[in-house]
């Protein structure tokens, strides 16, 4: 809300202002977070007015800079084990109450903050449906809802089965008033081979991929002695799932210290303790190997690196693009192919290299691909129409909502009061 005082000074009234509010279910890792973030800090830097609350259940939250009128709500975090089962993070309670807990804190703030747009992140229901009941109490309001999509989920012959098990189509075609991907069709299609409505169709636009820029902030942590000189920044997102790859580039440069730049390592906050203390062991045993755990502003490092090796997660992708860096992509191919999806289509066009990981972890592929980054093109040499146009065109896209907010939220004010 915003307060506007008459010229006595003493408040007047609330002038209603918007206000969005993004979903996120953040089991683990940094990707929904971060892809949230940004597009919360895109709508705050195009509305002046606006207010933008995110939920989430990422146990780092806390970590990352929120601009201005960006603020966040943390549910009790999850986690995902590898029978597909989940188990609070940090509560010792039971699982079916901890996802309680987060439902009806979800619907109470969803209530009370009372969106004008309220954008859900990647799983149309949430985590087990615990966002099916304020999406119906939003929708009953003439809150607008949509749900936002990476380029790429995971290859149809699993999504289908998935969303199917989920009952997901309902709420596509009764809930939701668009689906909005942050790619473009030339690149992926995260819906291709899936049965879907045409009325569902009808409501999908491709954004474009999201842009990032570095950081004006601070840095959260002194800059590593090694980027005071060209420096390849390796980095595996959260961390959690890459080890294979932090294994390989040592591995490269045990073997061959006098590859072109010196490596600054990244490990990610997920990455277990015991093995960034042996990265780190063998970080120090390399005179052009400088290893950290983690730092909140990465656009930052990357901005400055000369090049990138990345695991290939959406956000990461991202900024390669946008930072125009050459890079080479190690992705997984487990528990989902998304990131293969998308390394793949990027080494066809010529955007990225991608370097598959076999298990091998054959060290001369490593260094062949080390050596041959200087020479890559740059994404820039790629024209692709659209690209990096996923900013301008979410803000395009919600500011219809975010305009004549003082009638719609009396409307929504009205059900609230009389309908709940």
Known sequence: MM????????????????????????????GHLRRCQTIA??????????????????????????????????VPGVIKLRNGEYTPLNLHIDVNDTLSIRSSIIQHTADIFDPDIFIVDKEPLGLRGEVE?????????????????????????????????????????????????????????????????????????????????????????????????????????????????????????EEEPLLPYPVLLVLGPFMQPERQAEFKARARGLKRVEAITFNAHMENLEADAVGIVAMGGYNTFCEILSLDKRAIIVPRTTPRVEQYIRASRAHQLGLARMLEDDGRYD??????????????????????????????????????????????????????????
């Open 363 to 420: 060290v001369q592929a490593m260094i062949a691909a080390l050596r041959a980054l200087p020479s890559q093109r740059r994404p820039s040499e790629v024209i692709v129409p659209g690209l990096l146009e996923g900013l301008e065109n979410v803000n395009r896209l919600a500011a219809p909502f975010l305009t004549d907010v003082t009638r719609q939220r009396s409307a929504r004010t009205h059900q609230r009061h009389y309908h709940g």
């Open 41 to 74: 800090h895109s709508l705050v830097d195009g509305n002046k007015r606006l207010s933008v609350l995110i939920l989430s259940g990422s146990p780092i939250i806390g970590s990352f800079d929120f601009r201005a009128r960006v603020d966040f709500v943390r």
């Open 3 to 30: 307060l506007r005082e008459i010229s006595d000074g003493a408040p007047a009234h609330w002038e209603p202002s918007p206000r969005v509010l993004i979903y996120s279910h953040d089991t683990f890792g940094l």
């Open 133 to 253: 009941d304020a999406l119906k109490l939003l929708k009953r309001r003439g809150t607008r809802l949509v749900l936002g999509l990476r380029d790429v989920l995971d290859k149809p012959a699993m999504l289908a089965p998935e969303w199917a098990r989920k009952n997901v189509l309902p709420s596509l075609t009764e809930l939701y008033d668009q689906l909005w991907i942050y790619g473009l069709p030339q690149i992926c299609q995260p819906l291709a081979g899936i049965d879907m409505p045409e009325a569902v169709l009808r409501k999908t636009v491709y954004t474009g991929y999201l842009r990032r820029r570095p950081s004006s902030s601070a840095l959260s942590a002194p800059l590593p002695e090694i980027t005071r000189q060209p420096y390849l920044l390796v980095t595996p997102g959260g961390g959690g799932d890459g080890e294979g790859l932090i294994h390989w580039v040592l591995r490269a440069y």
